[in-house]
């Protein structure tokens, strides 16, 4: 086995290269580039972390602007519904209002027409009997040939009215 | 793989072979040896590697997708292992992680088919050593700088009768003491014997070839089947021997920093 056979002539240069070239490895590679490679894993771990907590921070925000959004909305609503409320009851009493009025209105009126309709009926009745005394007083004038006056023959005609 | 009178030897690619004399240190030859040069490969790869994720965009390309995977994978491992302490470790159990990874999948590629020798660092014991020795000397530094005396209790677990506590200490001790050994043996061997296998199969694809086609319908067919089921399972070697490396090396460390 060479690595044995050879090993006394060999030692001092194989101890002294790996030496040198562990020496480098060491300080070069070992002390020089891994601490920035690891600084480079560090500092991106650092930012990943550091955007994952600014997007919680703005999930958080913004579930609180939607929360009050809502409460907003809500509040609106219930007033709008109030609003409503309020201009329905208006109008329904404005409209009872005026339906009274007009009630009052048409009741005078017809009142007054029942009115008219009764007198002008009375009127009518009152010709009818001076109308029928005259014609019985000349009836009762054709036949017995006695003279009924105005008066006798307006009270018989009424009387005669009344009876039907 | 040398072939010396048609005999292929599975253990030529372990071999360290010198490329330019190099230097003397204290009586050793500091050569530049093959071994030298994938070790530079594997950092110069590793390198490459990690400046693909250095762009440090916000919203991550593929690349840089793949660096930070390797980097979160480790982050993780010391949090769960260390906890909050282990962060100041990540950087060496990044590098060792990412050393020993590179060195076993570049000894793994098939750079042969380019003419180049393909040669696995992390195959030799003396490379394993150096880096079980580095993590059990941090695992003792840390250790006693933090709880000075106090850091050999950790031999004694908790509820032990007083009684056992010298057989107990003596076996914790021992366990302790088997660390870095275990810790680079498991390493080496792995390594070492993925490879042994494949070249001896591919021994036999080309020795079985060479005797005569219907051999090779025979043998040197199943052997190549074989061939890319146990490379593919190398590959996965190579990774689960990196990650075990590094998660007992955190292991050992977590002793040091967090004393029961």
Redesign the interface.
């Known amino acids: 086995m060479p690595q044995i056979d050879q090993i006394a002539a060999t030692y001092g240069s194989q101890i002294f290269w790996l030496l040198l070239t562990f020496g480098i490895t060491f300080f070069v590679i070992g002390l020089g580039m891994f601490p920035k490679i690891q600084g480079t894993v560090d500092a991106r771990d650092k930012r990943i972390a550091d955007d994952l907590e600014a997007a919680r921070t703005a999930n958080v925000t913004a579930d609180e602007l939607e929360e009050s959004y809502r409460v907003k909305m809500e509040n609106d609503r219930s007033d709008a519904q109030a609003l409503v409320e309020a201009s329905k009851a208006k109008a329904n009493a404005a409209a009872e209002k005026r339906k009274a009025k007009s009630n009052a209105d048409i009741a005078a009126k017809v009142a007054a027409a029942e009115a008219d309709i009764k007198a002008r009926a009375g009127e009518a009745l009152k010709e009818i009997e001076t109308v029928s005394a005259e014609v019985a007083q000349d009836m009762v004038a054709k036949i017995s040939g006695a003279k009924v006056t105005k008066a006798a023959a307006l009270k018989e005609t009424k009387a005669a009215l009344k009876h039907g | 793989m040398a072939t010396e009178e048609g005999k292929i030897d599975p253990?030529?690619q372990?071999?360290?072979q010198t490329i330019f004399e190099?230097f003397s240190?204290?009586?050793?030859?500091?050569?530049?040896?093959n071994?030298?040069v994938w070790?530079?490969v594997?950092?110069i790869a590793?390198?490459a590697f990690?400046?693909g994720?250095?762009k440090?965009?916000?919203v991550?390309g593929r690349w840089q997708m793949m660096?930070?995977g390797f980097?979160?994978f480790i982050?993780n491992m010391m949090d769960a292992n260390i906890g909050p302490a282990g962060r100041k470790y990540?950087?060496?159990v990044?590098?060792l992680f990412?050393?020993i990874l590179f060195s076993n999948v570049l000894g793994l590629l098939p750079v042969g088919v380019l003419g180049l020798h393909p040669f696995t660092?992390t195959?030799?014991?003396?490379?394993t050593g150096?880096?079980a020795i580095?993590s059990f000397s941090i695992v003792l530094i840390v250790g006693f700088a933090k709880h000075k005396l106090h850091f050999f209790s950790l031999f004694i677990p908790d509820g032990t009768p007083l009684p056992m506590i010298p057989f107990i200490f003596i076996v914790e001790l021992l366990s302790f003491l088997v660390r870095p050994f275990s810790l680079a043996l498991r390493l080496?061997v792995a390594m070492?014997a993925g490879h042994i296998l494949l070249k001896v199969l591919a021994g036999f694809v080309i020795n079985s070839s060479n005797a005569g086609a219907g051999y090779g319908v025979l043998v040197g067919i199943p052997s190549f089947a074989l061939m890319i089921g146990i490379s593919a399972l190398e590959l996965l070697v190579a990774v689960v021997q990196a990650y075990v490396f590094a998660l007992l090396t955190s292991l050992y460390i977590n002793d040091a920093e967090n004393l029961h």
Do not use: C, K, N
Request: aromatic share 12%; proline share 4%; charged share 10%.
């Open positions: 253990m030529y372990f071999e360290v190099g240190l204290g009586g050793q030859q500091i050569a530049l040896t071994s030298a070790m530079m594997s950092v590793l390198w990690m400046l994720g250095m440090r965009e916000l991550p660096v930070e980097t979160g982050d990540a950087p060496y990044f590098s990412m050393f660092v195959s030799h014991l003396t490379v150096v880096l580095l080496f070492t």
